[in-house]
C-alpha cells in the first residue's frame, strides 16, 4: 500500500515550512487584535461623527471614515473577534459533529452506518452557502444565528472525512488487538482511532476555517450575518454598498482584512498538510 | 452509456425526496405561526383561521407532509406569499439566468485556468510559476463579492465600460461571471499546474522527447489531453460553490436568477418559496454532477469499459 508508506514520510527535519509560519504569525496576530480590541482600536468603533463622514484615508484617520463618520481603522480592529471567534465556533462545533457522526458511521458500519452516510450524502447536495442561508433564515441574524448556520454546513463533508479514515483504520492490526484484549468500543474509538485520525481532522480543519470565513462575510454582506452596528467585515461591506461610487475607501479594508485572515487559515492548513500529510496533497 | 444515464437520472427523485424531508422538519420547527404570517400583519383572527384551513395547515403534521409531497409530484410547490401562489413557475424563469452565469463561469475557468496552470508547469520554480501561484494563493483568499465590488468600482465606475447592476446585454454578465469564477480558475490552474508537472515525468513524454518533438510540441500533443480530466474533477467537485456563490455575486450584481430569487424569499420569510429554490439547486446540483460523469467519459476513455 504505497500510499500509506508516503503517508509516514516526513520531511527533513530543520526544514522551515514558510506557509505554515507566515500562516501562524498572521493568525497571531489577528489573535491579538481580537483580544485587545477597543484598548488598542484609536477610536470607539461605534462612536459617529458627523463632521467627518465619508473621509478619504488621512493621518487621524488611516483608514477614512464611514458614512456617519466611524473611524474605518477601529471598526476593522474590533470586529477582528466577530470573524475570528464564528469562524474558531463553528468549527470547533463542526468538528465535534463530524467527528461524532463520522466516528459512529464509521467504526460501526452496518445499518448505523447507511442512515448515517444517506443523511450526509443529501445534506452534501445542498450547496453550504444555500444551506447556511436557509439555516441562517431559521435561525435568525446575529453571530450565534450565523454560528449555527456555518457549523451546520460543514459537519456533513467533515462526518464523510471522519468516515473514511475510521474505516481505514477499523482494519489495522492494532483494532483487532485492541478488542481481542476485550477493549470497549468507546475507548477503542477515543483511545487508539480518534488519536490516529487526529492529523488529517486538524488539516482539514483550519483549511475550512478559512471558508468559514468567506461563508461568515458572505452572510453578513449578504445582512444574514451579525446585525449593524457591530462592526463585523461582512457586515460593513454588505453596508458600503451603496457608497460605491461616491467612497470606495469604504470597500477597501474589509476585504482586506477577511482576505488576509482567509489567506492566514489556508496558508496555516496548507502548511500543515506539506509538514504531517504529503501524500494528500492534490 | 443510456442504461448509465437511466440509473443516474432515477436517483434524483429519491435524493429530492431526502432533501424535502430535511427542509419540511427545518421549517416546520421554525417558530411563529405559518397561517397568520400568511394571512398579513392585519388580518383578523377569523381570517388568519380561514387561511389556515385553506392551506391545510389546520391537518396533522403527518398528512401535511403528504400533501406537500404528492404536490411537488404534480409540480405544485404550495402557496408562496411572493407570488400568491404556486412559485414553480417563477422559479423556472429565473433558472436560465444563474445556469447563464454558471456556464460562463466555467468556460471562462477553462480558457484560463488551464493555461495558466500548463504556463507555471512548464517554467516551473522559475517567474512566471511563481507570479501564477502568487495569484492562485491570492484569488482563493479573495472573497467573491469583494472582487466584484471592486470589478464594478474599477470597470463600472471609474471607467464607466460595463453596466453596474442588472442584466441588460452579455456586458452584465461580463462582472458576475469574473467574480464567481476566480476561485474556480484558481483551483483549476493549480490542479493543471500539479498534473502537468508529474505526466512530464513520466515515459511516454520522455519518448516523445526521445523522437524529437520539442518540449511545447509534447506539451500540447500529448500532456493537454490529460489535463481535462482534473479539470472535470474540479469542476464537479465545485459544483456547489458553483451554485451557492452564484447566490451571492447575483445580489451583488442584480443579476436576475434564483439566487437573487432565494435571498428575496428569505427576507420577506416566505418559506415556501425558499424551500423550492433550494430544490432546485439540489436537482441542478445533481444534473451537474451526471454531466461530470458523462464528460469523464469523454476524455478518459479508460472509464468507458469500466
Redesign the interface.
Known sequence: MPEAVARRRRRPAGRINLFLWLGATLLAAFAVLAVLGERVAPYDPTTQDLFAMLEGPTAAHLFGTDNVGRDILSRIIVGTRFTLSIALASMFFAGIGGIALGSIAGYFGGVTDRVVTGIIDLLLTVPNIVLAIAIAAAAGSSATGLTIAITASFIPPLARLVRGRVIELREEDFIAAAITVGMGHTRILLRHILPNAATVIIIELSLNAGQAVLIGSALGFLGLGVQPPAPEWGTMLGASREYLTVAPHLVIAPGIAISLLVLAFNAFGDGLRDVFDPASRN | MIGFLARRFATIPL?VL??VT??FI??K??PGDEAAFVAGATATQSEIEAVRVQLGLDRPLVEQYARHVSGLVVGDFGYSTTFRGNPLPHIISRLPATLALAAAAIGLTILIGIPAGVVAAAYRNRLPDYLISLSV??L???????LG??L??WLS?DLGLLP?FGASGPASLVIPTLALAARLIALVA??TR?VVIEELRKDYVRTARAKGLSKGLALRRHVLRNVMIPTVTVIGLQ???L???S??VE??CAWPGIGDL??TA??V?D?TL?QGI?MI??VS??VINIAVEVLYRFVNPRLRYA
Do not use: D, H, Q, T
Open positions: 435524493v431526502g432533501v430535511i427542509l427545518i421549517f420547527s421554525v494563493v491570492g482563493l483568499a479573495i472573497p467573491n463579492f469583494w465590488m471592486l464594478i468600482a465606475v453596474s493549480r490542479m500539479g459544483a456547489g460553490y451554485l451557492g456563490g447566490v451571492v445580489r451583488l432565494l435571498l428569505v427576507s420569510r418559506y425558499v433550494v439547486f439540489v446540483f445533481l
